[in-house]
């Protein structure tokens, strides 16, 4: 499933071989098969009426949404964490030529640190197609496995009973050989994404201690056709 990385400038190849601690590994893969939200009790409404089941709608993070300018998502920034000027950053990605604005918040999931947040504009359209938030790593090298992991399954556990679609939603699936996670992915009537990962690699060495974990939670406007430069077929 393709989908975009922005430069953060706290590079993401090395966030995406982030180690994590044996016991922590286990703790993200244990819980592989959560009740999917449409097995949960229906809520009771105070006339004795049963509620109607939630549906999934991903639109941005927050305040940001899919199809802002620069300007407005500037503004959502600043509505919704009181960062502006100076502390958001601007980086190009030179490859995809997208541009990412950057801002780093201390406390944005209870127990998983400061978090970085990228707002990632299109090559083409210069509008916000895809968020991502990443937490451990780079951003906090003394994170605590464990917090982070918890941090994870709570998230995992908040989007299940959000009403994504069932059909290719993914609940805690290692990823090729176990290295990465997808602790939850799942896509709303659109097709727009909600994606969480959690990067598990082994220790390398008995002699060369774990790399920090990572966990990114990316929401993405169009996961099969990213906005991102593309050489034409017949160059």
Known sequence: ???HRPALGL???ALALAGILTGAAQAATTDRNPA???????ATAPNGAAEAAPTAKVTGFRSARFGMTADEIAKAITKDFKIEGKDI???SNATERTTSLIVKVDDLQTGA???VVAYILGHSTQKLFQVNIVWGGAVN???DPNALVGAANALRNYFVAQGYRQEGMLLNAPVGDGSQVVVFRGTDSQGRMSLLTLAVPPKPSDDTPA???SLQLSYIEKPNEPDVFKIEKGF
């Open 211 to 213: 790399l920090p974990p």
């Open 141 to 143: 090298p003394k994170v």
């Open 11 to 13: 590079s993401l190849a």
């Open 113 to 115: 640190g400061p978090a």
């Open 1 to 3: 499933m393709p989908f």
């Open 36 to 42: 999917p939200a449409a097995q949960a009790a229906p």
């Open 89 to 91: 950053r601007r980086e």
